[in-house]
């Protein structure tokens, strides 16, 4: 495993967790209506899980001397205020996340650094997890 290849594979899994955020507190500001109850607590928990997230892949960007993404992923963030298209974007957000973390253990399988990779197993089973809770959320 080329460590220059992770490196990059942990700056897509930040640029989405820097994405996610944004997202996640824009829809918290924007969301109107009975459904604001449930999802403002919803979006700013997700807010603060993807910020444990980004920090746990900075830290492990530069354990590994590698240099941060500041940006976040270029996909835009559909502004909108109907509630199930925030959904909708938020489980897309969470599909592609879970893909990107679910392809960054691939490459840590043959690491020997057993740390950093329960640790993204752990991001990853959070994001799998956020994946079933959206897809409820929209039936």
């Known amino acids: 495993m080329k460590v220059e290849h992770l490196i990059t594979k942990m700056n897509d899994a930040l640029g989405w967790e820097l994405r ?3 997202m996640y507190a824009h829809y918290a ?5 009975i459904h604001r109850l449930q999802l403002v607590p919803l979006f700013k928990q997700e807010v603060s899980e993807s910020m444990m997230h980004a920090d ?3 830290n492990a960007i530069v354990k590994l001397g590698g240099i941060c993404a500041t940006e976040r992923n270029s996909e835009e963030i559909i502004h909108t205020t109907n509630y199930k298209e925030m959904m909708k974007e938020s489980l897309h957000t969470e599909m592609t996340a879970a893909k990107v973390y ?3 253990l691939k490459l840590l399988e043959t690491g020997n650094d057993k740390e950093l990779f329960d640790a993204i197993e752990q991001i990853y089973l959070s994001e799998v997890r956020s994946v079933e809770e959206m897809r409820l959320l929209l039936e």
Request: proline share 0%; glycine share 14%.
């Open 56 to 58: 746990t892949v900075r």
């Open 102 to 104: 679910g392809e960054l």
């Open 20 to 22: 996610a955020i944004n």
């Open 29 to 33: 500001a924007n969301v109107k209506g």
